[in-house]
């Protein structure tokens, strides 16, 4: 099989992450694509909120696809969340699988300071999403491929909300419903 990871934080998730997902899904002929929340982010200083509400809404962001599916393993594992853990983790329960790790081009080009980057490309196949915004420095082995352009960010979305604009169409319906009654967000 061929399957597609994608972490983050997912504080809180958005149609880009989800347009991101099943672009690449089409374009690459993934046969599943992971989507993995970060317990605790090793290159972000970002307030997250409680990571049973970012998966959660994860849960439900992704509940009509049945290409996607949830990962928990990184929160469950608690800490800090190194990517080199869970491939090596995927690798482990999968071997017969290939492995395609998403990440956008502002993550590629800082790459290289993640923890055993090496060992990450050559465990699996990284596939960066071009973004104008943040034009790719180094190649070094990528696969890039164009998407659509979607400049929503969940630091936009949070900030949309702590001053009370309307988040409805940049949010999957059921995770602004969730936001709302869990009162997520807010000052």
Do not use: C
Not at 24 to 29: G, H, N, V
Not at 37 to 61: E, Q, S
Not at 113 to 121: D, G, Q, S
Not at 126 to 139: L, S, T
């Amino acid at each position: 099989m061929k399957i597609g990871i994608l972490g983050g934080t997912f504080n809180p998730p958005h149609i880009g992450h989800l347009i991101l997902a099943q672009t690449l899904t089409e374009k690459l002929k993934l046969n599943k694509f992971f989507l993995i929340p970060t317990n605790m982010p090793p290159h972000k200083n970002t307030y997250l909120i409680d990571a049973k509400h970012r998966l959660n809404m994860v849960k439900l962001a992704i509940e009509n696809n049945p290409t996607f599916e949830l990962l928990d393993w990184e929160v469950k594992r608690g800490g800090i969340s190194y990517t080199i853990d869970t491939v090596k983790e995927l690798k482990k329960k999968f071997p017969q699988d290939e492995f395609f790790l998403i990440m956008g081009s502002d993550l590629a080009n800082d790459f290289y300071t993640w923890k055993h980057y090496r060992e990450i490309k050559r465990l699996v196949k990284i596939v960066i999403a071009k973004r104008e915004i943040f034009p790719i420095k180094k190649k070094n082995s990528f696969f890039a491929l164009d998407i659509i352009q979607i400049n929503i960010t969940s630091s936009l979305v949070r900030e949309y909300i702590r001053k009370g604009v309307s988040v409805r169409y940049l949010i999957p319906e059921k995770v602004f419903g969730y936001i709302k009654k869990n009162r997520l967000y807010r000052k």
